[in-house]
């Protein structure tokens, strides 16, 4: 995503330093005309706008806060875009510590995969406050189709996870249906292409049908990320004393998935999982 993100700012005409804690990462932004810093902190002093997309908390504090972080070198005046996908506590433990030091913060994780990102149709869920917004927006508005204001800093992340609840719910529900299906004869992929026709598809069906059908290997949004959401969501549940029944079985069903190594798999490997462990035919035979 990040990645995706950075290329369409380049496209967009905006002069980019780059970072990654895998380095080879950047080569191609590099080759299309980014600079390579060595460091976070050589990015925070190159730069008078900062922009995160980390895995999660652990990293994102670790960018911040580690000896070579952001928030080493002077950044008063700056402003941080921190568009992971965190905790709200988190985003704003580190929105006050950026205005300890005189810099501006917001929260805007965004809602789409990796296509909208390269292609600048992803949907900004933004925390903060109205001027800080403001100051981002030309920036947001190169990466993003929209940009949804929802409050103060923390507001944005939680709206993402909000986002993130029903989807990962959905896909067991699908595993389930879809097996309910083959079970009695139906051909996989026109119950998939009949659903995603259907009220019962979710927008995000139509980019994983030949996923599904086909098992291929391409990947938009991995189980171990959609795991470590699904913790997220579960945490904040229960601090507001919200019981989520549904939201506890897709856990169990991700951490599954990723203790059998489908970690770095796109999230949907979960309805192959089901069908595959009950030996269904894919199609019908006539």
Known sequence: MGAGMAARLIDTGHDLIVWNRTAGKTTPLVEMGATAAGTPAEVAEQSDTIITMLNDDASAEAVYSAADGLLTVPVKGKL????????????????????????????????????????????????????????????????????????????????????????????????????????????LRTMLETINDSGGALAALSHKVDMIA??????????????????????????????????????????????AGHGSDDAVVIVRRLLDSLDLPRKNDG
């Open 80 to 187: 941080f875009i921190e568009m992971s996908t965190l905790r709200p506590p988190t985003s704003r433990e580190l929105a006050q510590r950026c205005e300890q030091l005189g810099a501006a913060f917001i929260d805007a994780p965004v809602s789409g995969s990796l296509g909208p990102a390269r292609s600048g149709k992803l949907m900004a869920l933004v925390g903060g406050s109205a001027e800080n917004v403001e100051r981002a927006r030309p920036v947001l508005e190169a990466m993003t189709r929209r940009i949804v204001h929802l409050g103060d800093v923390g507001s944005g992340t939680l709206m993402k996870l909000v986002l993130n609840l029903p989807l990962a719910v959905y896909w067991q529900a699908l595993a389930e249906g879809v097996a309910l299906g083959q079970a009695g004869g139906l051909d």
């Open 214 to 259: 086909d098992d291929l290997p391409k990947v938009a949004f991995d189980v171990a990320t959609m795991e470590k959401d699904v913790r997220s969501i579960l945490a904040i549940g229960d601090a507001a004393g919200i019981e989520m029944p549904a939201t506890k079985v897709a856990l169990d069903i991700y951490h599954q998935a990723n203790a």
